[in-house]
Structure formats: structure tokens, C-alpha cells
């Protein structure tokens, strides 16, 4: 019979700590690479496919590598990061930028050439854990699918090609058809959530939600689709009644996942959804995202977001915590 184990003694969790608290500081701050700026897209029209609803040309200048999680955690870039980065060459381009046209096409590519076929979908698959939403790898994300989708509808505007309209249908294919299967769609009281990560229960990130209806709007318009455009119109209402779950007076939730206490947004995502709302309000003219806009923008001062930063990086040190005391399944 070997040695039983010991348990570590205090010292050995220290460097873990340190780590831990210095990435739960950078996310909880929102700084480095996957935070770059993301304000209303300058070249967004509600009639047709044109420029993106947020403007990602700093995405799309920005270093791609490895972030550190607030956990201390690595993660690689995923299909969303290429996406975004395709999306932000785009609107360079429209904005006068003729060489952003190829770094265009050829992120676009990449992105195609990274899905997996399913008969006739498209789907980017997600190979890391998240254990604060209990999900493990791997799994699917609206997001992935609805900004890849994104990204082929302008594709195949620019260069008339079928096969970026194929690559756009097959990306919002799982969502259309298999989105209940996949775990893609869930049902609320209001009408169909799309999903950010395939979690039980459903997490309803609300950046995640919104970036999957523009992929199901510009499939709709851009390529006429009754189907994307019956779950865009659907999901729409629904998330326009949801908006008050949202909010807890002072702030935003980034998601709706039942912790023990409210999951709330980063400064940056709260930025961003006072961003989505207005661009959805815009595309949509539905007035509860006018409206929510307005109330969050108020939100958004200094005493607000240190008190959000606060409690971010107080809820990854309880998860270590519990991590170490082996409460973290």
C-alpha cells in the first residue's frame, strides 16, 4: 500500500490564488484581448443586408490569442472570434478600406472551413468547459451560428456566389429546424429564447441571444427567408418581454442562469447590451428596446460599475473557494 495523500497545505494554493485574483480582476475590469470597443454599427440599414449592427473594426484589427478567464483559465479563440473578425473586415471595407475586402473573404473562409457538417447544417463546436454554467464540452452556440450566418449573407451579397448563400442557410439551419434538439432554442412564456451556451437550466445570455437574431435577420432578408424570419420575428417579442429580467435597478445581468446571486454583466457587457438594444430598436422599431436602452445608458456611471466589478470578482474568488473545497462538480 503507497502513502495515502495528504491534503496540500495552505502555500500550495497560493499561486493558483494570485493567478485566479489577477484574472478576476482583468475580467472583471474587462481588459485585453476579446474587449475591444463594439459601439452601434455606422453603416446599418433596416431594409436590407448592408453594414453590421455593431461596428467590430476593432475586433478586427486586434490580436488574435489566448485569453485568461477570470477563473485563470486559457481559452482559445472560437468560431466567434473569426466571425467577428470577418464582420469588422467588412465594415472596413465599407468604410473605404479596400484591402479589408480579402482579409474579408479569406476570414470568412476559415470560418466555413472550421464547421462540421451535419447533413445539410453547419455547426461550430465548442471543446472547452464553463463551469459556471454547469456546461460541459462539447456544445453549440446561437451566437457561433448566427454571426457565422452573418458574415456568409454579406459575402454572398459582395461577391453574388451561391455557395456563401448555402453556407448561411446551413449555419442558421440548427437553429430553424433543430434548434429545440440541440438545446439552440428554449421556450419561455413569451416565445422562443435563443441560446448563447446548451445549458440546463437554459442560461439565456442576453448578448448571445441578440447576436443569434441578427444572423436569423440576415438570412431573412438577405437571402428572403420566410423561416428565419417567422423565429427572428418570435424570438424578438419574446426577448422585448423579457427585458425587465434583466434588470436590477442599478445594472444588467449578463445572463438569466440561477446563481446564488444575480449573474451580473461585466462593465463591458453592460455596454454592450445598451449597444444591442439601441441597434435593435433601430432595425426593429419595437419601443421597449428604446426605451431599455435609455434606462441602462443611465446606469452606466462610475459608482455603478465599480460595484458590478466588485461583485464580479468577488463571485470567481467564492468559485475557488469552493473549487478547493471540492463543491465544484
Known amino acids: 500500500m503507497g502513502e495515502k495523500s495528504r491534503p496540500p497545505t495552505r502555500g500550495t ?17 474587462s481588459r485585453g484581448p476579446g474587449y475591444e470597443p463594439q459601439p452601434v454599427g455606422l453603416n446599418t440599414r433596416h431594409d436590407r443586408v448592408s453594414g453590421y449592427y455593431l461596428d467590430l473594426r476593432r475586433k478586427a484589427a486586434a490580436e488574435l490569442r489566448p485569453r485568461v478567464t ?9 468560431p466567434t472570434a473569426t466571425a467577428q473578425r470577418a464582420l469588422g ?13 480579402e482579409g474579408f473573404l479569406e476570414e470568412a473562409q ?8 451535419v447533413g445539410t447544417s453547419l455547426l461550430w463546436q465548442y471543446d472547452v468547459d464553463v463551469p459556471k454554467f ?10 457561433a451560428q448566427g454571426q457565422a450566418a452573418s458574415a456568409f449573407v454579406r459575402a454572398h451579397i459582395a461577391t453574388k456566389q451561391e455557395y456563401w448563400a448555402e453556407a448561411a442557410l446551413a449555419a442558421v439551419h440548427p437553429l430553424v429546424v433543430d434548434g429545440e434538439r440541440l438545446g439552440l432554442v428554449t421556450a419561455t412564456p413569451y416565445g422562443p429564447a435563443l441560446e448563447e451556451a446548451t445549458t440546463n437550466p437554459p442560461s439565456r445570455i442576453l448578448n448571445g441571444w441578440i447576436f443569434g437574431l441578427w444572423g436569423l435577420w440576415d438570412v431573412a ?73 435609455e ?9 455603478n460599475r465599480a460595484r458590478a466589478v466588485a461583485s464580479k470578482a468577488s463571485s470567481v474568488l467564492g468559485e475557488f473557494r469552493r473549487e478547493r473545497a471540492g463543491t465544484i462538480a
Open 89 to 101: 473586415l467588412h465594415e472596413a471595407w465599407l468604410m473605404g478600406d479596400q484591402k479589408a475586402f
Open 110 to 117: 476559415r470560418l466555413r472551413d472550421r464547421a462540421i457538417e
Open 13 to 29: 494554493h497560493l499561486p493558483r490564488l494570485l493567478t485566479l485574483t489577477r484574472g478576476a480582476v482583468g475580467a472583471a475590469l
Open 134 to 143: 454547469r456546461q460541459r464540452a462539447p456544445w453549440y452556440s446561437c451566437m
Open 221 to 293: 432578408i438577405g437571402l428572403t427567408d420566410a423561416h428565419c424570419r417567422g423565429l427572428f420575428n418570435a424570438s424578438t417579442e419574446a426577448l422585448a418581454q423579457m427585458l425587465a429580467a434583466y434588470d436590477v435597478g442599478w445594472w444588467t445581468r449578463y445572463s438569466l442562469f440561477p446563481p446564488v446571486a444575480p449573474d451580473l454583466a461585466k462593465p463591458f457587457y453592460h455596454t454592450l447590451h445598451v449597444a444591442q438594444i439601441s441597434a435593435l430598436f433601430s432595425l426593429t422599431g419595437i419601443a421597449d428596446f428604446g426605451d431599455y436602452a
Open 295 to 303: 434606462r441602462w445608458r443611465a446606469y452606466d456611471r462610475f459608482r
Open 70 to 78: 477570470g477563473r485563470g483559465e486559457m481559452i482559445l479563440p472560437g
